[in-house]
């Protein structure tokens, strides 16, 4: 059973930086793309970043290109997201998420994802 843990959230000022960290258990972590998908409240879950299994690409939502950007560690399981000049409309629960991987097609839905972690807040605020 695929579990996920998110870290490294929390309060933010405006303009400062975060690194999230997304660790994979009860797996191996080859076969599975991970992802970041953000919710704020009220509104629908987003996606942010993917990385795919087998050659590590990388693919963004267009509205986060050069602000956020996703790494994996392959041997420690980890997956982060880094996001950089933090404005309070980032402001949202962060959750990783993984799903067997394809070769042929990103998935950026969060229907396509069949495992999740619970989340980790990130709030930007003076």
């Known amino acids: 059973q695929v579990q996920l843990v998110e870290s490294g959230g929390g309060l933010v000022q405006p303009g400062d930086s975060v690194r999230l960290s997304c660790a994979l258990f009860?797996?191996?972590?080859?076969?599975?793309?991970m992802a970041w998908f953000r919710q704020a409240p009220g509104k629908e879950r987003k996606f942010l970043a993917a990385?795919?299994?087998?050659?590590?690409?990388?693919h963004y939502a267009d509205s986060v290109k050069g602000q956020f950007t996703i790494s994996r560690d392959s041997a420690k399981k980890l997956v982060y997201l880094q996001g950089n000049s933090l404005k309070p409309e980032d402001t949202a629960v962060y959750y990783c998420?993984?799903?067997?991987?394809?070769?042929?097609?990103?998935?950026?839905?969060?229907?396509?994802?069949?495992?999740w972690g619970q989340g980790t807040q990130v709030t930007v605020s003076s």
């Open positions: 998420a993984a799903t067997p991987g394809s070769s042929l097609v990103v998935y950026t839905s969060p229907g396509e994802y069949d495992y």
């Open positions: 990385i795919t299994w087998n050659s590590g690409s990388t």
């Open positions: 009860g797996s191996s972590f080859s076969g599975y793309d």
